[in-house]
DNA sequence: CTGATTGCTGCAAAGGTTTGCAGCGAAATA
DNA sequence: TATTTCGCTGCAAACCTTTGCAGCAATCAG
């Protein structure tokens, strides 16, 4: 039923050549031909196929991005910032949820492949070789995460779960809690690591609960175990995990800031809407979206997929495969304060910073990580 | 340097037909070359082309889910349940937001048709005669919309808004104010529609604010004008306005439910977190996703697009076009109570109820209106 | 006036798959 | 033994484009 680039050549009396130059290299074709076969391709609202284009092209225009919940806050940013870089460079993005599931991470890899010019995989959960395996099959730059060999772009976590571990260690908490985050995410690992370090180093106890669904509800199940733990400060993976926690513990009668800190990570918008505000280490998602569609494109540029549609890939096969890592701050809001007074915490601590405090600039690529690493 | 059929089909000398067989229709194969087709083929790590397949099948199991704007958290339930529901029947859900542009909507459109089998188009922001006009390009079900001719699915926010004026209307308010939503949108226009009618039966005055952007920012934006208007209740286009609201009458002195009534529209998660707790319509998003996926698909499974892959279209072509409306349920909070006395008001107002209350189950199709209507 | 250049168009191959049809050998039937 | 049936495989067309190459007429340079 819907017109082919053959109709419109039969309507208007020349081969389908010429229709098809009409579109993609319009300055090859005689003005007035040209005006006659956009006359037909407007009557019979003619579209040329992109699939069909693709197949020979080797470019579909397309890129994918595949997150792990499209529910947390935590993504949208770093979507509409990743579509909006690309549509400038006129390129569509295919947005896919995996409900945290490894196994649909691949499938939709596998589905996305040849539909798309590459994917952005942002969160993965699934195992570095698989990722790497499935780069082999498409393009693939990966969010938050680092993985040898392949285009990747993080935030620094690692310094932002050090700087929120030394503002509860400023407050006096020595018993200090970390909700970590699903299994296989990297993030979850680089915080615990950093943490745990800056913990010890400020003489602190240091206790991880989980893994855990970074989700709400999966932070408020956790209140009674944070009780138990009789930590004063805890750390959470996500805002969303800090936030539910912050239920719970309300639920138990616990009270923030007062009886427990509650820190978080990511800075979601809903973190300045909830009492008490959450503080938080704010990462910049939306220079994620956007760095990350750059670098896909960059790479891409250069050198279409098979067929003869870019002519000649690089005799210099050996692609130079950046590592972008971006900054985080932390930001003191109102669900943090000075630990309360029993054995273990200092009594002496220094007050309590008030209202929004920002410690670092909004993440700009850091000099140190922002370097070139050869595939 | 993918492998392609070819490779597979020289690789186990045998014909490409027979490696194609051995995916899409492996009874017809004998099973010992099956098995040898499948070694070679998992060797080279080849995976079929979706693309050239949707070429001439004219099938991708693909659909696309378009809205507009993956921020709202309205969405995600609807997205997910989308989702689910597709991958049961073996499809795959490609989301794309248009940050609330008509334009964008349409470009989208374009973009899917010919790389999915169906769009879901979520509340669409363009004009009703260019729905009409894409929908012959790709088969399209439109949420949160009704268009003559089209499968639709709705929600009835008619009847929420009238139990919310209602609510109100019974808690001595009788000066009423309605924040509406976008331009272009059908849900707000319904929801203006029976907001007013629901008002003035009650004899309340009723003033509509807007068109407004439907989100935090663009509720809190409108907290003077609110104040301006000495309305004692206020019906938001949506929770995110409603929030925005409250915040932005705090900053403003005025404090909710005391002064002012809030009630907001869709139940989103984040209106159980809030202080106070947001009273709300609550929308059945995931049905209406569910529901959508199941009416593109039932569309979609009868006739093929294009080429022989599906043998004859029905020769009965004007097919029949479901349109379903959805039911809402008021759910009501801790952000309306007894209107502040004053002349106009009724002090002697029923008192308010506390705690969650639920007046109607959740999104089953009304059997009125759940029908079938002719195309 | 000849030869080269330019501007436009047509031809046909290619991209990776599916599928109706035909062919072939072996088994089952008569 | 002759004939049909059956199970499996190969052939080739088709899907809709893009694009290198060749052809053609008209223009230009010499």
Redesign the interface.
Known sequence: ??ATIRDVARASGVHISTVSRTFSAPHLVNPETRSRVLACAEEL?Y?P????R??ITGR?H?IGLIIAD??N?F???L??AA??QARQRDY??????T?EDPIAEEE?V??L???VDGVLLCSPRMSNSMIEQLS??VPLVVINRQVAGLPCVTMDVGQGARSAVEHLLGLGHRRIALLSGPRGSWTSREIRRAAGVAARAGGAEFTVIGPNQPT?TGGAALAEQVRRSAATAVLAYNDLMA?GLI?GLDALGARVPQDVSVVGIDDI??SR???PKLTTVATPNAAAGRTAVDMLLQHDTVAA??SRGGRGVTSDDRRTTAQVMLQTELVIRDSTAVAPADGRNRPDAESVIPGPHRLAGPGRPTAATGGVVAS
């Open positions: 039923m819907p609202g579209r196929n992109r699939a069909a693709a197949l579909t397309n499209i529910a806050p993504f949208p940013p979507i509409k579509e909006s569509h993005v295919f947005v896919a949820d409900n939709l596998h589905a492949a040849k539909q082999r099959e709400e936030i239920e918008a809903l809407l909830t009492r997929r098979g």
